[in-house]
Structures are given as C-alpha cells and as structure tokens.
C-alpha cells in the first residue's frame, strides 16, 4: 500500500522533474544552437568584411603610391620651373641693363649728331676758310677731321661719330 504509494508519488516527482530537467536542456540547447549559428554568421561577415577592408587598403596603398609620385613630380616640376623663372629675370635684367646702355649711347649719339648738324648749318652759314676745308673734303670721316682741325668739335666726338656712321 503506502509504501507502493510513496514509490509511486516518487516516481512520478522524479519524471515530472526529469521532464521539466528535459524542457530546461531542450531551451538551452535551442538557445546554444542559435547562438552557434549567429556566430557563424557574425564569423562569416566578420571574415567576408576583413577580405573587404584588406581590398580598400590594398588600394588605398596604390593611391597612396600614385598620389605621392604625382606630388614628386609636381614639385620636380615646381623647382625646375622656380629655376627657369631665375634664369630668365636674369637674362631680362641683363638684357634691360644692356638695352639701357644702348640706348644711352644713342641718345648720345644722336645728340653729337645734333650738335654737328648745327654746327655745320653755322660754319656754312659763315662762309670762312673751315668751310672751304669742308667743301675740299672726299669724304664725310675728312670733313669730321676739318671740323677738329678748326676747334668745331672735339676729336671724342668726331670718334664716336666715326663709330656710328661705320
């Protein structure tokens, strides 16, 4: 009696527990399953991002190389240019020097040429021996020395005359 029915009572306490024990490992297992596959997801993405980043670096690296040979050679570029612009206000200067002697020489020389015009226009004007002197003259480089020879115009002028009409 009592004894078959405290086995009994026990027996069914024990599989209710046992059931629920199997209800319990069931959810847990459930959840252990879930979890595994959501890690392997997160493990796949994580890998399939990790080839994807490695893909923009590698290019990234590429770009880098490409943008620094660009900067290389502008700035290569920058300093031959910087040079020539050197060189050539160098050559301007000196070329601007040179031209400004050359047009003071001209100015002076059309200056003497002025001053023997006149001086030639008064001396002709007069009429005196210079002029007979003048007049005897083969050439303009004689003339120029009949005009030292009587005090018109000094030898340095005469000279560079000499130079421009040569």
């Avoid at 020097?97 to 006149?118: C, N, P, Q, Y």
Wanted: include cysteine.
């Amino acid at each position: 009696g009592k004894v078959i029915q405290l086995i009994s009572d026990f027996q069914a306490k024990i599989l209710k527990e046992g059931e629920e024990a199997q209800k319990l490992y069931a959810e847990f297992s459930e959840w252990c399953e879930d979890r595994n596959r959501n890690l392997a997801h997160e493990i796949k993405t994580g890998k399939a991002e990790v080839k994807t980043l490695k893909a923009t670096i590698e290019e990234q690296d590429a770009t880098i190389e490409t943008t620094q040979a660009k900067i290389d050679e502008l700035a290569e570029s920058a300093a031959t240019a910087d040079a020539e612009l050197k060189d050539a206000t160098a050559i301007r200067e000196k070329e601007h020097k040179d031209f400004a002697a050359e047009e003071a020489e001209l100015v002076e020389t059309i200056d003497m040429i002025h001053r023997a015009v006149g001086i030639l226009e008064r001396e002709m004007a007069k009429g005196g021996a210079s002029m007979l002197q003048l007049k005897n003259a083969a050439s303009l480089s004689q003339a120029l020395r009949a005009m030292v020879d009587v005090s018109v115009m000094s030898s340095s002028d005469v000279s560079k005359l000499q130079a421009f009409i040569q």
